[in-house]
């Protein structure tokens, strides 16, 4: 049975780095969470790195910006990860094509295809209509708070054209403040329930942990496996993935689990799941993290 934690410091000694989460972990989509930046900041003093795992659909740089915007203070982590830059890694690649119908809203478009810096040879990617495209990119849906359904005709469309799918996000919804939106992956997900192929980069699948990795050696960390601990907040991104990637996990119970745990959303200071709730919720999802908290702190 996981165990309930007050602090990461009362197990973080073990752990030479940590793949954190953002959004739900670190900020709430508006503003950075004080506990948890507090609880970063004196990790890494002892001596541990911070590796930020994100199902971001946007390149590294972007996020890094946005972070600055929520008020994240730069010595709080190390170094980021983004599902968007192991998407735009593989679609460089021709993964999905070369001329592309892309799903997705400006703001996370920027930058998204430009070439990384460390790839040769990238394809020359071009954005084309639906009726013209090799293949889909999608950051997301065009409307964050429309149901994903309403992209069926384009989806049907695609599915008959024999198109693949690439998510750049694999979430399916995230907490904004008090508000939820939608995510690529709730598209990704409809695509493939109608027969559609939808190729995923971001957490809990193994290319976003691969570049994580990469990001830790770029810093002259060469960490063992044992030696790395996983934090989200979400059961089937951040916690499968941390078991699929045989990671030991923390996994945050304020955020997307909230209700469902019964962790009080307003206290993060002391905010801890209800046990009962907590077993619930862990044995119909059916995974037993190493360690459960309220909130990062």
């Known amino acids: 049975m996981t165990r309930i934690i007050q602090s990461l410091a009362e197990i973080s000694a073990p752990y030479d780095a940590l793949f954190v989460d953002l959004w739900g972990c670190v900020h709430d989509g508006v503003t950075a969470l004080p506990h948890a930046v507090a609880a970063l900041q004196a990790y890494r003093k002892r001596g541990g790195t911070v590796v930020l795992v994100t199902n971001s659909p946007r390149a590294r740089a972007p996020v890094e910006h946005q972070l600055k915007g929520f008020g994240v203070p730069e010595d709080a982590w190390d170094t980021i990860t983004t599902s968007g830059d192991s998407a735009r890694a593989a679609m460089f690649r021709g993964v999905v094509g070369q001329k592309l119908f892309f799903i997705g809203n400006a703001a996370e478009k920027s930058g998204f295809f430009e070439p990384l810096h460390i790839q040769e040879d990238p394809l020359a990617i071009e954005l084309v209509p639906l009726d013209a495209a090799e293949g889909i990119v999608c950051l997301g849906p065009f409307d964050p708070m429309a149901d994903p359904a309403t992209l069926r005709p384009q989806l049907l469309m695609a599915k008959q054209r024999g198109l693949k799918l690439l998510c750049a996000n694999p979430d399916i919804v995230v907490d904004r403040g008090e508000r939820r939106e939608w995510c690529a992956g709730a598209i990704a997900a409809l695509y493939t329930e109608m027969g559609g192929e939808s190729l995923y980069f971001g957490k809990p699948h193994p290319p976003i942990y691969d570049l994580a990795r990469m990001r830790l050696r770029a810093l002259g960390r060469d960490v063992p496996d044992d030696r790395i601990l996983a934090i989200g907040d979400g059961i089937i991104t951040d916690i499968k993935g941390a078991f699929g990637e045989e990671l030991d996990c923390l996994f945050i119970t304020g955020g997307l689990a909230a209700r469902e745990t019964r962790t009080d959303t307003r206290d993060h200071a002391r905010a801890t799941p ?20 309220g909130f990062l702190r």
Do not use: C
């Not at 009962?276 to 059916?286: M, S």
């Open 274 to 293: 209800e046990e009962a709730a907590l077993t619930r919720f862990l044995e119909k999802e059916q995974y037993d993290p190493t360690y459960t908290i």
